[in-house]
């Protein structure tokens, strides 16, 4: 491109990733938990085009169920875009094409990856270069989990999930995916959570309103040993979304079952993420699950964050 002209189009690449440690604080008064999340980005993206325009719109193609995903204003990617013309004064518009990989509502952050993908397309396409810091901040007024997406790696989440450090991890880790083909609402699975600990909460441990994510979990990550990170994976998440789901426990039940070290329900699932020793052991697990008529993608983490792809 030349300096000052306007490319005809961005085309820009954000990952999916997966919770490999999840807690959950207590409800708090406004309705929100703090969290304790070690995210890894994996090999699974969601592709974003901008093309200049005078309005804004956005069409969704993609590999996965696209019944849910909007093409209103209720977009995300919508909102990221609309949300980086206003706090630059862009008073254009963009036209976005999404082409979709992550389940929809399936706990891999795909719609906070399209809009990761999205404010680093129109931030590139529009020449507004804001500083990495102030897109951050962008990326967490749209989402708990969409700073990740643009950072991508391997990250600690406290807060919302929001407030990121970065965590070192050796190596790549390979895991084996199995999609449902239907969604869980974010806000119902953690709506069951506090039920369940409303319900039993002389027999549950107290829950803390800021937990921590186990030093294990971040040994296990910086030896990149998938064996001890199979040992530590967690997530508070995973009872309840197996209580709205009861079939996500056979899933789980027949990774582990075909070598899987450990199996986990990402975020709120209904995505279960195996982990595998290495590759082979991956290979072999991702035959016998699709041979079982399961929907499996194999993948590796961690990846890079949202970047802009050169065509
Ligand atoms: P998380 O793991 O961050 O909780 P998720 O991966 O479970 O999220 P998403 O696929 O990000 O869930 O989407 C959740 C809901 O957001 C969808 O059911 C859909 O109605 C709405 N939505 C808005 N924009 C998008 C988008 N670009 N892609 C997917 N869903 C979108």
Request: glycine share 10%; aromatic share 4%.
């Amino acid at each position: 491109m030349t300096p000052g002209s306007t490319p005809r189009m961005v085309h820009t690449r954000a990952p999916g990733k997966i919770n490999v440690f999840l807690k959950v604080g207590s409800l708090q008064d406004d309705g929100y938990h703090d969290l304790a999340t070690a995210f890894q980005s994996v090999s699974l993206y969601e592709d974003v085009r901008a093309y200049p325009a005078d309005d804004f719109s956005v069409s969704v193609t993609g590999t996965v169920s696209l019944d849910r995903v909007p093409t209103d204003d209720s977009n995300i990617a919508i909102k990221a875009a609309k949300l980086l013309a206003a706090t630059t004064g862009y008073t254009g518009g963009v036209r976005l094409e999404i082409d979709k990989h992550v389940p929809v509502a399936g706990g891999m952050g795909g719609g906070s990856a399209d809009a990761a993908a999205t404010l680093l397309a129109c931030d590139t396409l529009w020449g507004t270069d804001l500083p990495r810091e102030k897109l951050l901040e962008l990326a967490a007024q749209l989402g708990a989990d969409v700073p990740f997406a643009l950072t991508g790696g391997t990250a600690i989440g406290t807060g919302r999930g929001d407030q990121l450090s970065p965590a070192l991890a050796r190596g790549q880790f390979q895991w084996v995916l199995v999609l449902a083909d239907f969604g869980l609402s974010t806000p119902v699975v953690y709506h069951a959570l506090d039920e369940h600990r409303e319900r039993n909460g002389r027999d549950i441990l107290p829950v803390s309103s800021a937990p921590n994510v186990d030093m294990s979990v971040l040994h296990a990550l910086r030896a990149g040993d998938p064996q001890m990170l199979a040992d530590t994976l967690h997530n508070d998440l995973q009872a309840p979304a197996l209580q709205l789901e009861h079939g996500l426990t056979t899933v789980l039940e027949l990774g582990e079952e075909n070598g899987a070290l450990a199996g986990i329900v990402s975020g709120s699932g209904p995505t279960v993420a195996f982990l595998a020793a290495d590759l082979d052991s991956a290979l072999e697990l991702q035959i016998a699950l699709s041979a079982a008529q399961l929907n499996v993608v194999r993948v590796t983490g961690p990846v890079h964050g949202a970047r802009v792809i050169a065509e």
